[in-house]
């Protein structure tokens, strides 16, 4: 995920401080990853720098640097361009997970049991983001499933990987 | 946690074709447990042998610490019918009747009195937001409201075991996740034991523990075992 370009997009909807921006960015995106805040300003000065943001004067205040901070229009096509643009399809085609299943099925290691496992620690964590969907709110739920969604797949896979366990092993062990 | 429901080593065919081939699987009072697996590979029969709708051919199956498989069917009928609630992939309620006499359906056949089974059944209707709803028939109902009417059948008669075959299977992702959502929480409330078929993953993260079954045998090394 683009940090400068999702706190640009924060930006874009009020001028803010850098505060404003991480306390908003933690909330939506953070999850437990807060921001910290020298990430923050460095960012926005070097937005600043790109031209993408602009930096009020320096306000009287205590902590760290008070200064407001304006999207320019470049920073708009910017953030505008970013949102529109499919994000890569990313197949994991060298996951760990693939790597572990040949590796096992090369050296006549049990896959079938690691594979067991693995399912038993996908679904372990399924039904913590399950449970976490019901106590959280609408955003909690949203990010609980993509998780869910995410690993589903990898169940999906683990599943019909074992219904061609001895054809893979065939072919990996010639 | 207490056993509510094993089978122990049972065994069921198809003519030549078996279906379960030595499996054992239990469930305590209160769990949810679900029961997953390819298609075909014996989670539905195992479901049925529990519940006492299938005679298994071999080993036996218990219920609240009695064999249920060896008795006869107007017993396991009468099991079924006052224990145990039933939810399957389609609903199937009866379409000429409206909402709220088929969820009073199961207490009408257990003798309770039409007036006061009606009263009971309604009260489930707010719980799975039904609201307004009693009225309808099956095929005025969406797939989602027809399911919530059929949890609402599985449990009126306050069930310690409800079977659960794909209850969402005929839902979309909301509308399941809704009824799911729904059938966790009628269940826990009321300490009811959940046996829940599905083979989605996403379903059964709504459990308490999973098992597979494959080739009619249960898997030991998934769920709360392996975690």
């Not at chain 1, 049991?113 to 399912?119: A, C, F, I």
């Not at chain 2, 008795?71 to 009747?97: H, I, K």
């Not at chain 2, 929480?185 to 993260?205: F, P």
């Amino acid at each position: 995920m683009s940090v400068p370009l999702t706190l640009l997009g924060l930006l874009e909807r009020e001028p803010s401080h850098g505060y404003d921006l991480k306390r908003d960015y933690d909330a939506y995106f953070g999850r437990g990853k807060p921001l910290p805040y020298g990430q923050v300003y460095a960012t926005l000065s070097r937005l600043a720098r790109d031209g993408m943001a602009i930096a009020g004067a320096a306000e009287p205040g205590e902590g760290p640097e008070r200064k407001r901070y304006s999207i320019t229009p470049v920073g708009i096509s910017e953030v505008g361009s970013w949102l529109a643009e499919p994000a890569a399809p990313e197949p994991h085609l060298q996951t760990v997970l693939f790597a572990k299943v040949v590796l096992s099925l090369m050296l006549d290691r049990p896959a079938a049991g690691y594979l067991d496992k693995q399912r038993a620690a996908h679904l372990q964590r399924m039904r913590e983001l399950t449970a976490l969907k019901q106590e959280g709110n609408l955003v909690d739920i949203m990010l609980a499933d993509h998780g869910l969604y995410h690993l589903e797949a990898d169940l999906r896979w683990i599943d019909h990987t074992v219904a061609r366990l001895d054809a893979l092993r065939k072919l990996v062990q010639k | 946690m207490t056993v509510q429901i094993e089978a122990r080593s049972i065994t069921k065919s198809f003519g030549h074709t078996p279906a379960l081939r030595g499996a054992t699987i239990s469930a305590g009072r209160g769990e949810i447990l679900a029961i997953m697996g390819p298609s075909g590979s014996g989670k539905s029969t195992l479901l049925h042998c529990l519940a006492g709708i299938l005679t298994p051919d071999g080993s036996e199956v218990w219920f609240a610490g009695h064999r249920l498989d060896s008795q006869n069917e107007a017993a396991r009928s009468t099991v079924r019918r006052d224990t145990f609630g039933f939810v399957f992939q389609f609903g199937q309620l009866v379409p000429e009747l409206t909402a709220q006499e088929n969820v009073a359906l199961p207490l009408l056949l257990s003798g309770i009195r039409r007036k006061q089974a009606l009263q009971e059944a309604q009260q489930w209707f707010p719980r799975l937001e039904l609201e307004g709803l009693e009225n309808r028939r099956s095929g005025e109902l969406s797939g989602g409201q027809a399911q919530r009417v059929a949890l609402a059948r599985g449990m009126v008669n306050r069930p310690e075991v409800l079977f659960a075959d794909e209850p969402t299977g005929s839902l979309d992702s909301v509308s399941g996740e809704h009824v799911m959502n729904l059938l966790t929480a009628a269940a826990r409330e009321h300490g009811t034991t959940v046996i829940l078929v599905t083979h989605e993953a996403r379903i059964a993260a709504y459990a308490d523990r999973e098992v597979i079954v494959r080739d009619g045998l249960v898997s030991s090394l998934t769920g709360a075992e392996a975690a």
